[in-house]
Structure formats: structure tokens, C-alpha cells
């Protein structure tokens, strides 16, 4: 749209707020015992937990993403039953979401991500453009 002259005629002079925060980690030997893999997600979490709440933001959403050695991705989410930044709760909820992946296959890489609240941001004053 934007190569033809489509788009918003609003342009914003704001700063980008983040809509979520994630970690990645790829393991230099794949992991296949159940214990390695929920010492990973319960460390991936805590490290973007910590990220979120320094920038006072509230998690509304837990995702996690598995590559199997064979490159298989696949990503499953979990809303959350209210906006949080309980680190227990946020915890077993990702422990929850990734016991929902079949793990037949060894573990090449996990990533979780946490989507934030909007509700709490300020929004921020469009400028309208000249036509």
C-alpha cells in the first residue's frame, strides 16, 4: 500500500512501545531430558519477566517457542485469566503452554515470549500530515 500512496495520513511523533518482550536461546547440544528443557523455559522467563517489570509493564499473554534438530518452529500462546506480573504465575503458565508441544525430537532452541498491557500506555497525539 505504501509504495502506491496508500497508508495513514496520521504520523506519529511518539516513540514505538514495545507490544511484548522475548527470549531466545539456541543450545550448542540439543537438549532431550524434560528437566534441561523446563530449566531453560523457567530461566527464559524469568530473565524476560525481569526486562518487563523494570520497564513497568504487565504481561497479558505467555508464549513459547520450540525448534526441534530437525528446524520444525512452532509457536503456542496462553492468554492469561488477568493482566500480571506474578512471576509464579507467569512461570507455570509457560511451563503449562510448553507442556501442550509432542516432544519427540530432541530440542534445538526455546524462546518465550510475553506480550504486554496497552491499557496502561499513554497514547500518543497524531499529527496529520499535509494532503
Do not use: C, N
Amino acid at each position: 500500500m505504501l509504495a502506491k500512496g496508500g497508508g495513514d495520513s496520521e504520523v506519529s511523533s511518539e516513540p514505538w512501545i514495545p507490544r511484548s518482550r522475548s527470549h531466545v536461546v539456541t543450545f550448542a547440544q540439543d537438549l532431550t531430558e524434560r528437566a534441561e528443557m523446563d530449566d531453560a523455559i523457567r530461566q527464559l522467563t524469568r530473565q524476560t519477566l525481569d526486562e518487563v517489570v523494570e520497564q513497568g509493564r504487565i504481561v497479558t499473554r505467555v508464549a513459547v517457542t520450540v525448534r526441534t534438530s530437525t528446524f520444525y518452529t512452532r509457536t503456542k500462546i496462553r492468554k492469561l485469566g488477568s493482566p500480571s506480573t506474578d512471576a509464579g504465575l507467569i512461570t507455570e503458565t509457560a511451563l503449562a503452554v510448553f507442556d501442550q508441544f509432542e516432544l519427540d525430537r530432541p530440542i534445538r532452541l526455546l524462546g518465550v515470549r510475553l506480550e504486554l498491557s496497552m491499557d496502561d500506555v499513554p497514547s500518543a497525539e497524531p499529527v496529520t500530515t499535509h494532503q
